[in-house]
């Protein structure tokens, strides 16, 4: 009689306690310094788009987007809400990609783009009052900050 021999998921190791704790482990770490990344990288980004292009950012002073202030941590905890989702998301596709981790870090975020931002775009387009340039820069802010978390997940937990 033959006994089948199934082969373990090489992107995990949960066998033990020990691989459970170290995987999630590395998935915090890395989703943190993801999170310090992607937030110097968005107010960068926003002083340079507010300092070079005025008139697109005219737009947002419209009661749509006007907060009293009450929510301004949600605002400025998003790119760790962002980097421990990816990070998460890494963690269990990570065997999918293949090659360099620069190459990696792209297929990943151009994944992410089209599975998750590109319906979410598409609705917001469609039910709020929005410009279509507004969206298109949304999807695009989406897509560097998702390309440049898969890089860092790349080079740090490959």
């Keep these: ?20 704790h170290s995987s999630m482990k590395k998935m915090i770490y890395t989703g943190l310094i993801t999170g310090v990344v992607l937030s110097l990288i968005s107010y960068g980004a926003l002083y340079l788009g507010i300092r ?4 697109f950012f005219v737009a947002y002073n419209n009661p749509l987007f006007n907060s009293d202030g009450s929510r301004d941590f949600f605002f400025y905890s998003h790119a ?23 190459m990696r870090g792209l297929e990943f975020g151009g994944m992410y783009a089209l599975v998750a931002l590109l319906p979410v775009m598409w609705i917001t387009f469609s039910a709020m009052d929005v410009t279509t340039l507004m969206v298109a820069s949304w999807f695009a802010y989406g897509l560097l900050q998702a390309v440049m978390a898969g890089i860092i997940f790349a080079r740090i937990n490959p």
């Design 52 to 55: 070079f292009f005025p008139g």
């Design 1 to 20: 009689m033959r006994t089948i021999r199934v082969k373990p998921d090489p992107c995990q190791d949960f066998s033990s306690a020990e691989g459970v």
């Design 80 to 102: 760790f809400v962002i980097s421990m989702a990816l990070s998460w998301f890494w963690e269990r596709s990570k065997g999918l990609f293949r090659g360099p981790f620069l």
